[in-house]
Each structure stands twice: as C-alpha cells, then as structure tokens.
C-alpha cells in the first residue's frame, strides 16, 4: 500500500507540473488522456518502484513495453523526481544512472546517455528547473546545476553551472546567471 501511496503523490506532482508549465494543457483529463509523454512516464514510475524492489523481471517487461509503445527509453534505475515534464516524449533516452530534479522541462529527441562503458556514474545529474531543449544529448557523468538551460540541438560533454545557458556542439556556456548576452552588452555599449 506504501508503494501505491508513493506512486499516487509522484503522478499527482507530475500532474501538477504538466498544468503549471504546458499551456496546451487545458485539464487533468487532457493529459491523462492524451499525453503520450505523461503516459511514458507513469509507466516509467510504475517499473522504477519494480526495479528498486528487486521485482527486476517485471520492472524489464514494463520498461521493454513503454519503449515500445510510447518510443521513450527510460531505465528502470535512473532517478526522476517527481514534478517534471517531458514534453511530446518521441525519442527520449534516460541513462540507467542519470538523476532528474524536480521541475525540469525535458523536450523530444533529448538524450542523457553516457560517453563511454564503465562501471559506476556514468549519465548526467540534471538539478531542478532545469530546461533542456528538443534533440539535445547531454553525455557523461556531468552535472546541469539548478536552473541552466539547454539548448536544442546542443551537445552537452562538461558541467553547467547554476543559472547558466549552453548551447552548440559542443555546448558552450553563452549567459550565466545574472550576465548579459554578448549582444545584450554591444547594445547596452551602444547606448552609453
């Protein structure tokens, strides 16, 4: 009953956080009905509770059917906090030991996969409020502090500092928190 109770306040605050901050969200019932991405992940809360209980053959069967039927890979072992959003969910791929605050924003196509096979931490921590954009691939055992921004298409290879905004191949840090973009500081300059 535990386990049931613990799932119920886990979809509830994903729930929540899909009202909050998708505005394509009219009701409840909108996402529980026709939200392929919130339906993903519930089922990914559904297998996670499996895994981390040692019920590791069902957990699989769960994980290997929302792959399937919803094109999102998320391992059994990687830890989601409750509260998040993946939004439109086609071609997510969360690593067995990536870690995902509370929330954060995920669009399609993102990936947060490894850089190379090892034992141990190998997928990116991502902190809270965190917005990652469409198609990005954050890789390795780095971490996306508190707040950064991620932008699409970007590839992500070193940490994100608190607030900041990295885009490109490879990622590079364009605006930390509290600084202006470079063309913000020319207009600014400008006007001096």
Do not use: C
Not at 20 to 32: A, E, F, G, L
Not at 79 to 90: A, M, N, S, T, Y
Not at 138 to 143: E, R, Y
């Amino acid at each position: 009953m535990v386990v049931v109770k613990k799932i119920y306040l886990t979809v509830k605050a994903d729930l929540r956080a899909f009202l909050k901050n998708d505005p394509s969200v009219q009701s409840v019932w909108d996402i529980i009905l026709f939200s392929i991405s919130f339906k993903g992940l519930l089922l990914y809360r559904i297998y996670h509770e499996f895994f981390i209980r040692n019920h590791k053959f069902l957990a699989n069967i769960l994980y290997y059917t929302a792959k399937r039927k919803y094109h999102m890979d998320i391992h059994p072992a990687a830890e989601i906090e409750p509260g998040i959003i993946i939004d439109h969910g086609f071609g997510v791929v969360i690593g067995e030991t990536a870690t995902v605050g509370s929330g954060t924003v995920i669009y399609h196509g993102v990936t947060l996969g490894a850089r190379r096979v090892m034992n141990g931490p190998r997928h990116p921590h991502i902190g809270r409020n965190v917005l990652i954009g469409n198609h990005a691939s954050i890789l390795g055992n780095i971490s996306i502090r508190d707040g950064a921004r991620i932008g699409a298409n970007s590839v992500v290879l070193e940490n994100v500092p608190e607030g900041a905004t990295a885009v490109g191949i490879p990622a590079k840090i364009v605006k930390k928190e509290g600084e202006l973009f470079d063309s913000d500081r020319k207009h600014t300059d400008d006007a001096a």
